[in-house]
């Protein structure tokens, strides 16, 4: 049984202990990344819940003018925008290429473990984000066209949400979630994880093809740059609130992918890990074989 596996693994000290499997969790579980499945769900989950918490609310001055910007009824890159390009698109587009240029005998696993680790780029974005916003509680650029502060309200004295009239409540709870940018972490998780899919399945960086790969490739990263900066022309996000969110994004892409797919420079980037490791153990396999039968040989002689 896999769970009293676990337990002798603990009780024996002298037992080396499996550090990937933890000594019970099954080949199968590994290779089909069942946990990452479960944790996507458990994402999910924590996405809806979070949607509803309210963030923390930070005091304010309301002559404070690096608030005190319009509110855009149009956005340039709206929420569902946001949602087409920094996850749909790129799903679509790494389930097409994977299917196109991956080798019979890997297309459907190198897909799914692509789709996978994009997901997960994106939802543990999205969470991180939320937390972050939920707790900082920094206002937006266009905070008091939110608000819209009583009259009476003094001019050099900090004052806290009771002072706003706005009806709109949502919109008013909204106005503490600048940092960080959730268009600029979510743009950048889903299209860099892209882009560097992309980069490594077209061998981008061998010398020996055409510089179009890495334009392809490196496609992803300006649209990114381009929603999270349009956040700054819609007064929805201060400057740094891009910067720190198109930071989280980055990093968080970057480390779901160089998890499932080696670096985009490596002779086989278009394959994952996982497949790479296999092949490696059964080619050691073949050779400790070899060598046993060669060994064998030479003692019989």
């Not at 990344?33 to 309301?62: A, E, G, N, S």
């Not at 990114?224 to 700054?232: C, D, E, G, K, V």
């Not at 985009?264 to 980037?269: A, K, N, Q, Y």
Request: hydrophobic share 45%.
């Amino acid at each position: 049984m896999p769970i009293q596996d676990f337990l002798n693994n603990i009780r024996n000290p002298n037992k080396r202990f499996n550090r990937v499997n933890l000594g019970f969790v099954s080949p199968t579980i590994l290779k089909w990344r069942i946990t990452d499945l479960i944790l996507i769900v458990i994402l999910v989950i924590l996405y809806f819940i979070l949607y509803d918490i309210k963030p923390f609310h930070r005091q304010f001055y309301i002559n404070d003018l690096t608030i005190s910007h319009p509110f855009a009824e149009v956005e340039t890159v709206g929420n569902t925008a946001l949602f087409v390009y920094s996850t749909w698109i790129p799903l679509a587009i790494v389930i097409v290429v994977s299917l196109l240029l991956t080798t019979p005998q890997y297309k459907l696993y190198n897909t799914y473990v692509a789709v996978i680790g994009l997901c997960l780029s994106v939802l543990i974005t999205s969470v991180t984000t939320d937390v972050l916003k939920n707790w900082i509680g920094r206002l937006r650029p266009d905070f008091l066209a939110r608000c819209i502060p009583d009259p009476s309200t003094p001019i050099n004295q900090l004052v806290s949400i009771e002072v706003c009239t706005s009806d709109n409540l949502g919109r008013l709870e909204d106005g503490f979630r600048t940092t960080p940018s959730g268009h600029s972490s979510l743009s950048f998780a889903g299209l860099s994880f892209l882009a560097l899919f992309l980069l490594g399945q077209l061998q981008a960086p061998n010398t020996k093809v055409g510089s179009w790969r890495t334009l392809i490739g490196a496609a992803p990263f300006l649209m990114a740059a381009y929603i999270a900066l349009s956040r700054t022309r819609d007064y929805r996000h201060h400057f740094v609130d891009v910067f720190t969110g198109s930071i989280l994004g980055l990093g968080i892409g970057f480390w779901s992918y160089l998890r499932l797919f080696p670096w985009i420079s490596h002779e086989r980037s278009y394959v994952n890990l996982i497949i790479i490791e296999e092949e490696n153990e059964e080619n050691n396999s073949k050779l400790d074989q070899e060598n046993e039968a060669n060994y064998t040989r030479l003692t019989d002689v």
